[in-house]
């Protein structure tokens, strides 16, 4: 877990495997996947959920190869795996900090990459996104299984993040395109503000089901329909749709600006990937490769 790790990079629609340190994979993914302006706590826990995603991902990659990554653990692909800064595209987004930013990556990784999270001696499924609606989602509820360690934790300090809430609007034009491209044999009544109801939402704010038209969704097809920010969405309708979304990202598990705001606060790494993966316990990966 140490040693190098397989990466597939596609650029300019070549694709290419490289070898890598498994550090240098950490100091290009931790900077693309949260900011590195948040404190060294936020960026060491980031880390660890890093070094977790990657070490159960190659244990995955093993088992069952998937064809398509031509012998790699993963690839730059953020759509399917971890997002993944080049050198000159960390320098881009960095600007005139980036020598700051990527020591301080360096030092968060260094301080923490011996350790992984694991769950009954299992490394753990190290899910995070940006931002909660104020309290993380379940797995159960995003995703249709449970997972004993991603369940709702309590996170305020969302609800104070930039662009917490985002506003959408579509014409009834608009709508009508979107959900019938997005939905097969959809019917829609004349009237547009009765084509959404019975909406269902749960203690995290999540819409967990909604009726569109002749059919039932679940809040997770409605986003990715409508591009929404996160499936805690309200609906509003008058003469135009109003869709007024909380959060970013799926919710479960760590919240970036959460751990951020807990970072501020004093608390350090450990407590931060414990508030967000209840029940998990710290590994040496060192240990595990005994």
Known sequence: YRGHIELLRTADGIAVVNELPLEEYLYSVVPSEMPASYPLEALKAQAVAAHTYAVRQMEKAKVSPDKELCGAYFSNDSSKYQAYFTENQAKQYYGDEYDEYIKK???????????????????????????????????????????DYLVPVESDEDTSAPKYLEEYEYTEDEMRERLEKAFD??????DPSVWFSDISKSKSATVLSVKVGNKTVSGQEIRAAL??????????????????????GHCVGMSQFGANAMAKEGKTYDEILEHYYPGTEFASVSDTEK
């Open 105 to 147: 990556i360096r030092d968060a990784v260094s301080d923490v990459e011996d350790e992984i999270l694991v769950y009954e001696d299992e490394p753990i499924i190290a899910a995070f996104h940006s931002m909660s609606a104020g309290t993380t989602e379940s797995a159960e509820n995003v995703w249709g299984s449970k997972v």
């Open 185 to 190: 044999d959809i019917k829609l009544e004349k």
């Open 227 to 248: 591009s929404l920010r996160s499936a805690a969405f309200d609906i509003e309708y008058d003469d135009g749709f109003k869709i007024t979304t909380r959060g970013y």
